[in-house]
């Protein structure tokens, strides 16, 4: 044998004893503390649920999972905070329905997320309701409807922007039913619920948790959820295809990204850990409880959802002619 064969064999055999890069790094990943980045104000509905999901990671993962809200810009300001993260599995983002229709929303468009960010788990969804003040004319969202074609543009509904994910909800609900709605945005859930609890605007799209103290409380109604299931907070309330909208729904959905080129190997321990985390008892109530259902699989339903919701988006943005805040 030569020596140059012998060396060649001898340091292939020294590679084949060396741990890769990837398996170095998933093996001490996390080695400090883990920054789950929100795009949204503490308190509502994102931030709630990424509390849930980053308590269930901390304990098994070892390390802190600190949740880090950076609201602003329809939640651009947090994508493009992690996108330019190292990628090392320690800045990950929790990602709603704004991901996907940013991308049509904004122009230039502000980044393209199927490229710059990497799919880690799909976490769970909330349904968005259209709700009404109590005192409103709409007993069912065929009263609604009926009211909206009888005088179209007469109707108003809140929202908490343009471009937010219950603002889009109600777009798609409106083309579905073949009526004109007038949208009143507002910067934000808490002041479209106020105003729509005063009677300044009769009807109000949301997600199922942000209104949820409101119903409880009599101050408002909700005449639909616009998911497939009955929600279980709102367990008397028909959905959209009970309402006569067979086909049709719209949810926040939630899930976990973390920077484009992250090491296979750590997002797919990620990937597991999220996995285990959907499955505990905890979780789950947690996520019942704020109105919403876990859905666990595999990392190819978040590009598949992802890739989907960005044409239905681009769609109704184009059609309707919708412009971000």
């Known amino acids: ?175 579905a039913a073949g009526i004109d709605l007038m949208h009143v945005p507002y910067r934000g859930g808490a002041q479209a619920i106020t105003d729509v609890i005063g009677g300044q605007v009769p009807v109000l799209a949301m997600n199922a948790l942000e209104v949820k103290p409101q119903v409880a409380s009599g101050k408002l109604k909700v005449l639909a959820v616009l998911s497939p299931q009955r929600s279980p907070i709102f367990p008397d309330v028909p959905t959209i295809a009970e309402s006569g909208f067979s086909g049709f729904e719209a949810s926040v959905w939630y899930a976990v990204m973390a920077p484009a080129r992250t090491p296979m190997p750590i997002v797919e321990k990620l990937h597991a850990e999220v996995q285990k985390a959907l499955a505990t008892p905890q979780v789950r109530e947690r996520m019942t409880a704020v109105g919403g259902e876990v859905i666990p699989g595999n990392r190819d339903m978040v590009v598949a959802l992802l890739r989907s919701e960005r044409q239905r988006y681009d769609k109704l943005v184009r059609e309707a002619n919708i412009k971000p805040d």
């Open 1 to 175: 044998m030569t020596i140059s064969r012998r060396q060649t064999l001898q340091a292939l055999a020294a590679a084949a004893l060396v741990p890769s890069f990837g398996a170095r790094a998933q093996a001490g990943y996390p080695d400090r503390p883990v920054s789950l980045v929100v795009g949204y104000s503490a308190g509502g509905a994102v931030d709630a649920v990424a509390r849930t999901l980053g308590q269930s990671l901390s304990s098994s993962l070892g390390q802190p999972f600190v949740i880090d809200n950076k609201p602003g810009a329809g939640t651009n300001i947090a994508v493009k905070y992690v996108i330019d993260a190292k990628p090392d599995g320690h800045t990950l983002l929790l990602a709603a329905n704004a991901l996907a229709a940013n991308m049509a929303l904004y122009k230039p468009q502000p980044f393209d997320a199927e490229k710059d960010l990497v799919a880690v788990s799909l976490v769970g969804r909330v349904p968005v309701v259209i709700a009404a003040n109590a005192a409103a004319p709409y007993g069912s969202i065929k009263d609604l409807v009926a009211a909206a074609k009888a005088k179209p543009n007469s109707v108003a509904y809140a929202s908490p922007g343009n471009g937010s994910t219950p603002h889009m909800a109600a777009e798609l609900f409106a083309r």
